[in-house]
């Protein structure tokens, strides 16, 4: 990620029309556009889409941008509100369930998994998640955010980011353990 | 916490910081450019268009002023708030053009 001094400077090269500056900031935020997008929208087909768009949508609004957070925390902003947005127009998904009552598709059976799978095992079980655990799990996990930039991103109460979290963990340990587990006993 | 359990939490914890499968596709940024410049084009032709419609709405009333009070000795008075409207509206298109030029910035980036 860049420093603030440098976001400053990327920020203004833009700002004053430098098509090779906001190439540098797609380089840079890509793979944070990426990582939101894909693990918010289920359809293959939209993900790229809505990652044009997000980009577009920070084009657009980066007179706006006052520096009073990360441009990485301001731009996951953005791709979550689209992601968000997306999904409430298309309306693919169904009303989301409660942690609890969701029945956890698995994919494959039991002792049938290989170790190299055990990413996207849990990477299938986050999908099945509602929107709220798996953005606080890909801010958390895939891009390091802190708590307070998850609340700036997603308008939660701090507590609520913890607990989501800690749901989420622990739902993903309950199911994975039986797999997981059994590699590390092995150890 | 037990060994097994801090070893189940670091497991989990580095399946979790994996990146999902989804790569974009060659020629991602020129397709984000074109749509920028999709974009500006949609937002200057509206600009125009509303232009255009003032700058009609304006000679029409100035055509109707005229016609109605040609025959009155206020033509004179007439001319002068004429004046006085013309060179509010080229202030007024002067601001936009500099709205969108220095405030909005968006048009030499493509």
Redesign the interface.
Known sequence: MLSRMDEQVLVREVLGGSQWAFRQLMDKYQRLVVHMVARLVDDQRDREELCQDVFVKVYESLGSFKFDAKLSTWIATIAYRMAVNSLRKTSRRAPEQDLDTIQFSLGHEEGGMEAMDYAKFIQSLVGQMPLNYRTVLTLYYLEGFSYPEIVKVTGMPEGTVKNYLFRAKNKLKAIAEPYIGKEIHEL | MSR?ED???K???E???????????EG??D???R??AQ?EAVSTRAYSWVYALAIAIFLIAAVICLVLFSNTGSLTGLLEIGSWGAMIGVLVVIFQLLDNRL????????
């Open positions: 097994t070893q189940m939490d497991k989990l914890e399946l979790l910081r994996t990146p999902p499968e989804f790569n974009l596709s991602f940024q397709r984000v450019f749509k920028i974009r405030v909005r910035k968006k048009s030499h980036l493509i």
